[in-house]
């Protein structure tokens, strides 16, 4: 095994909790011996919309929870907290995922996107962003960070998309005000195929 | 019953080699949960209807993820995303019924994360079991959905035995219609179970819905060349096209000479604990022509022996049509 393999293995394979010790393996920081005891926060930094931000995290906490209430980024909403309506979307490594349901403990090393940082450094919103003003996408807008984060991801790797694609792609979030296909016009402005 | 926001507070272990994952899987065996994706594990600890000391999360094990071909096949590791399988070329190309199903479940976004092994040995889905209460599965002695009263819409049509809930995987039918070989280890070495077998339901199991045992890691899924190009069908009925799981799917494969049917595979999920090979209609139609005469003379047969409940009567026809549809393509 060389020696790089042996340093990620070593760094990855740290175990959360209270106290630290080392299993006969050697590879391990284990858990503290006396079962049940709670699991302690541990520090790690995670990048997020660009910039290395150090937090101290609970082994079984989700990225929609570090979001919010560890590192004050409450634009992305916590709507049913199992996976089931996607008002927690951001992207991982570029990718849409609920941040109710990924451990951060899981995007250590992973760039994250929330929808704060979507729009540009000067400020300036994103095409989906300013789309989605200017068609009057959201009603209540609950749902819309989401929304924004699945289309900015389907325009990221479609730059053209049909409404149905577009329907695809926004198909894991829900909108229970029903203005689906005020989102789907927006994305249509934001890629230039309606005015 | 109280709804919690926060995951409780354990432990989380995240090996990056398969062999340490075992160990640890040994060591706390009912202690830890094993996690993949995570989609079904969160809901489970969110609602405290299952609690366990430590996550052993296995996303950073690069070796249980990829699609690889083998010399007979292709071999997918376990932790294959349910996307990953949609977009593969040689799935796409060959072995088309799996990325149909893999396409169909839930959502895009669980789609990204989800994998093929979770998704295919997800625990049953029944109100009252994933509420926490002390069901038959859960280790008590009665069943609630089972009841005059009880919500069993989505239950089961076939080899009820105490325990009625249904598994609505969608990729698990794919996967039996395939035949593939699930790929099991653990710190005493390396199985092979066919997916017929690795399916396991109440009568035999009830608290298991696979042969998956405390210190046993499903790393792998193979899929033998036999039905590679075969001409496939997948069909899934839900509540909504996102999210929901299946009322009943179909998956089918059929080897074909000009228009006549040399061997099949029918599977239908969601009407059982395990996906339910349509054995007597695979034989029934072999020799005749694929065509809607011969779908019609045989779909009755497709749900002989099932017992409707007191609110999945419509699975039954359900049932049949999905069947009578893939036999004609």
């Known amino acids: 095994m060389n020696s790089k393999l042996t340093r990620r293995r070593f760094i990855k394979g740290v175990i959360f909790s209270g106290a630290a010790a080392t299993t006969g393996t050697g590879v391990y920081l284990v858990a503290s011996a006396q079962a049940g005891q709670a699991a302690a926060e541990r520090l790690i930094t995670l990048n997020i919309n660009g910039r290395d931000r150090p937090v101290d995290v609970l082994p079984s906490e989700t990225l929609a929870h570090t979001l919010r209430y560890k590192l004050d980024l409450t634009g992305t909403k916590i709507g049913c907290n199992r996976g089931e309506c996607g008002a927690c979307t951001v992207l991982i490594n570029g990718v849409p995922n609920y941040a109710c349901s990924v451990l951060t403990h899981n995007v250590k090393g992973k760039s994250v996107v929330s929808i704060e940082g979507v729009k540009s450094m000067d400020g300036t919103l994103h095409s989906i962003q300013q789309a989605f003003v200017d068609v009057n996408a959201p009603q209540c807008g609950f749902c819309t960070p989401g929304q924004i984060m699945s289309a900015v991801a389907l325009l990221n790797n479609n730059p053209r998309p049909s409404r149905e694609e577009t329907r695809q792609a926004l198909s894991g979030n829900l909108c229970r005000c029903g203005a689906y296909e005020h989102y789907i016009n927006g994305v249509m402005r934001a890629s230039g195929q309606i005015a | ?230 001409s496939f069908y997948f069909e899934k009925v839900a509540d909504r096209n996102v999210w929901d799981f299946a009322l009943v799917n179909i998956a089918a494969a059929f080897k074909l000479s000009g228009d006549t049917i040399q061997e099949s595979r029918i599977v239908a999920g969601s009407v059982q604990a395990t996906p339910r090979r349509v054995s007597n209609v695979e034989n029934a139609i072999r020799g005749q022509s694929r065509s809607a005469a011969t779908a019609d003379s045989v779909a009755s047969m497709a749900t002989d022996g099932a017992r409707a409940l007191a609110h999945n009567g419509f699975k039954i026809p359900l049932m049949e049509n999905l069947v009578k549809r893939a036999i004609i393509g």
């Not at chain 2, 690069?62 to 096949?73: A, F, H, K, N, V």
């Not at chain 2, 092994?117 to 959905?145: F, H, K, P, T």
Request: net charge negative; aromatic share 6%.
């Open chain 2, 1 to 230: 019953m109280p709804s919690h926001d926060v995951m409780p507070n354990m432990e989380l272990y995240q090996p990056v080699q398969v062999e340490d994952a075992l160990a640890i899987a040994d060591r706390l065996a009912e202690r830890a949960w094993l996690v993949g994706g995570g989609q079904d594990t969160y809901g489970w600890l969110k609602d405290r209807a299952k609690s366990v000391d430590a996550m052993i999360d296995l996303s950073a094990i690069e070796s249980l993820r990829g699609i690889r071909e083998t010399s007979d096949g292709i071999e997918i590791g376990a932790l294959t995303t349910l996307t990953e399988v949609t977009e593969s070329e040689v799935i796409q190309q060959q072995y088309s019924l799996l990325s149909m199903a893999a396409s169909r479940v839930a959502s895009p976004q669980i789609r990204n994360i989800g994998t093929l092994g979770g998704n295919a040995s997800q625990d049953v889905r029944c109100w009252y079991y994933r509420r926490g209460l002390d069901c038959y599965r859960a280790g008590g002695n009665l069943c609630y959905a089972d009841t005059p009263q009880g919500m069993n819409r989505e239950h089961s049509l076939f080899e009820t035995s105490r325990c009625v809930a249904a598994s609505p995987s969608d990729t698990a039918p794919a996967l039996v219609a395939l035949d593939a070989t699930m790929v099991i280890q653990s710190s005493s070495g390396v199985r092979t179970v066919a997916a017929e077998d690795y399916f396991v339901g109440p009568a035999n199991d009830i608290e298991n819905t696979t042969v998956l045992r405390p210190g046993d890691i499903l790393t792998a899924v193979r899929i033998p060349n036999t039905w590679a190009n075969a």
